[in-house]
């Protein structure tokens, strides 16, 4: 089918610098917590990322198209104003990312993005695959430091990049590198007979902490990092997605009293990476990826 085209008087073109923090407070506003400090890594890495819909020179709309160096993409932030939907713009802007990430991406390069359930065959009608499912649950932060799990900045960065990369379709180091170096982020991982097991990362939200990374070899390993960083936020909000494919991590939320609040569709277009998701215990970002 033909990619909708959004009506007379609206465009879609580049998002400037200065509209950056209105994205963020739309996310915020719709609930979505962001990290305090997710868009402004991605903005860093990938200024192209960012696309806004505008009626004529008002923003009213916006979203982003991240690269990871072409050799991955990620449909992330997609917003349209309250007040500007059911006129087909969320359409037009949806198809213009896909197209516009398409053209900057190596040719097999595929596509990932986490959608509401709802929305699933509307981006399966825009060639996207349902994977599996990835679910947010929510709670008040309770954990007990294990002696085992050390401070991931004490880890060589090669190491954590390696444990990274096995578990996401491309190499994102710099990505990773600026996760890791956030403000108000908290990192910790286990190292066994010298290999690393696990890694897991918190990062301050809007509200409270959320998980993410979590990558850990087995179930004990990845609950003794959570149990570690729980303690470190302890009292806090915190939340976490998880694989529901997971059902080793699905157990550890549930271990922590944790709440199903909400969920996300994981979609590919161009292929499902082969990808040993029974080792991700918490998604990294439903916006980057």
């Known amino acids: 089918m033909p990619t909708p085209q959004p009506p007379g008087g609206f465009a879609i073109t580049p998002l400037q610098a200065d509209e950056v923090p209105t994205l963020r407070e739309w996310a915020r506003d719709e609930g979505w917590n962001p990290g305090l400090h997710d868009i402004d890594i991605a903005w860093r890495l990938d200024p192209d990322a960012f696309l806004a819909l505008r009626q004529e020179n008002e923003l009213v709309g916006g979203g982003t ?55 699933v065959p509307f981006y399966q009608r825009g060639g996207f695959e349902l994977a599996y499912r990835d679910l947010r649950f929510d709670g ?103 694989p529901e494919i997971n059902e080793a991590g699905l157990a550890i939320a549930q271990r922590f009293d944790m709440t199903e609040s909400f969920g996300c569709a994981r979609m590919y277009l161009g292929g499902i990476p082969n990808l040993e998701i029974g080792n991700v215990y918490g998604v990294t970002s439903f916006e980057f990826g």
């Open 140 to 242: 008040i932060a309770s954990g007990e430091p294990d002696p085992t799990v050390i401070d991931a900045e004490t880890v060589s960065f090669a190491q954590l990049d390696a444990l990274d990369t096995q578990h996401f379709p491309t190499s994102r180091s710099e990505f990773l590198r600026s996760w890791l170096a956030a403000p108000g982020t908290n990192s910790a991982a286990v190292i066994e007979d010298g290999i690393l097991m696990g890694f897991g990362v918190t990062r301050a939200c809007e509200q409270g902490h959320r998980f993410g990374p979590v990558i850990a070899m087995n179930g004990d390993v990845a609950l003794r990092i959570v149990s570690t960083l729980m303690h470190r936020v302890e009292g806090q909000p915190v939340q976490i997605d998880v």
């Open 65 to 119: 198209i991240f690269s990871h160096h072409g050799g991955f993409g990620f449909m992330g932030l997609f917003i349209v104003r309250p007040e500007m939907r059911g006129k087909g713009l969320g359409t037009a802007l949806w198809f213009h990312r896909r197209d516009a990430l398409l053209a900057r991406l190596s040719p097999n390069a595929s596509i990932g993005m986490d959608g509401v359930f709802d929305m």
